[in-house]
C-alpha cells in the first residue's frame, strides 16, 4: 500500500468514525431532523454547521498555504456554478431518498454491518447509480450523430 492509498484509508475511517459518533448512522436522528411538525431533532444541524464552518475556514487556509495538495498536482475545486435541470432533479432525489431511507451514502456504507436496513439502501442505491449510468450512456448516444450522417434541420 503505498501512501496516498494509505492516506485515503485514514481519512476515509475518520469520517466514518466522525458520522458514527455524530449519530449520522442512525436513520431515526435523520427522519428526526426531517420531522418539523413532530418530534423535531436539531442535532443533525449542529453536525451540518460543525461541517460548513471547518470547510469555510479550513479551505482557504489550505489553498492560500499550498500551491498543490501532497498527493495530487492541483486542487480540485468545482467551477461550474450553473443551475441545471438535472443538477436539480438529481438533488431533489437525493433529498427523497435521504428523508425516507434516513441514510444518505456515507452513512449508508459506514453502517453497512449493522443490519439489513442499510445493506438494503446500499444496494438500491447501488442499483440506481448503475441505471443511471446505462440511461445516461444511452441518450448521450441517442444525442450524437453516428460518423457519416447528415446533419438534422
Same mark, same amino acid.
Given at each position: 500500500?503505498? =501512501?496516498?492509498?494509505? +492516506? +485515503?484509508?485514514?481519512?476515509?475511517?475518520?469520517?466514518?468514525?466522525?458520522?458514527?459518533?455524530?449519530?449520522? %448512522?442512525? $436513520?431515526?436522528?435523520?427522519?428526526?431532523?426531517?420531522?418539523?411538525?413532530?418530534?423535531?431533532?436539531?442535532?443533525?444541524?449542529?453536525?451540518?454547521?460543525?461541517?460548513?464552518?471547518?470547510? %469555510?475556514?479550513?479551505?482557504?487556509?489550505?489553498?492560500?498555504? =499550498?500551491?498543490?495538495? #501532497?498527493?495530487? $498536482?492541483?486542487?480540485?475545486?468545482?467551477?461550474? =456554478?450553473?443551475?441545471?435541470?438535472?443538477?436539480?432533479? &438529481?438533488?431533489?432525489?437525493?433529498?427523497?431518498?435521504?428523508?425516507? /431511507? &434516513?441514510?444518505?451514502?456515507?452513512?449508508?456504507?459506514?453502517?453497512?454491518?449493522?443490519?439489513?436496513?442499510? #445493506?438494503?439502501?446500499?444496494?438500491?442505491?447501488?442499483?440506481?447509480?448503475?441505471?443511471?449510468?446505462?440511461?445516461?450512456?444511452?441518450?448521450?448516444? =441517442?444525442?450524437?450523430?453516428?460518423? &457519416?450522417? /447528415?446533419?438534422?434541420?
Amino acid at each position: 500500500m503505498n =501512501r496516498e492509498h494509505l +492516506t +485515503t484509508y485514514l481519512a476515509g475511517a475518520l469520517f466514518g468514525v466522525g458520522l458514527v459518533v455524530a449519530g449520522m %448512522t442512525q $436513520p431515526s436522528k435523520v427522519v428526526g431532523f426531517l420531522d418539523f411538525a413532530g418530534d423535531w431533532d436539531p442535532s443533525l444541524a449542529f453536525v451540518m454547521v460543525g461541517g460548513i464552518l471547518v470547510y %469555510t475556514i479550513g479551505l482557504p487556509m489550505l489553498t492560500k498555504s =499550498r500551491p498543490a495538495p #501532497v498527493f495530487s $498536482p492541483k486542487f480540485m475545486i468545482p467551477t461550474r =456554478r450553473d443551475i441545471t435541470p438535472r443538477l436539480i432533479g &438529481g438533488a431533489a432525489l437525493f433529498g427523497i431518498g435521504w428523508g425516507l /431511507a &434516513g441514510f444518505c451514502p456515507g452513512p449508508g456504507l459506514t453502517s453497512i454491518t449493522t443490519g439489513l436496513e442499510p #445493506v438494503l439502501f446500499v444496494a438500491s442505491m447501488s442499483a440506481g447509480m448503475l441505471l443511471f449510468r446505462a440511461w445516461d450512456t444511452a441518450m448521450a448516444a =441517442r444525442a450524437t450523430p453516428e460518423p &457519416g450522417a /447528415a446533419p438534422s434541420t
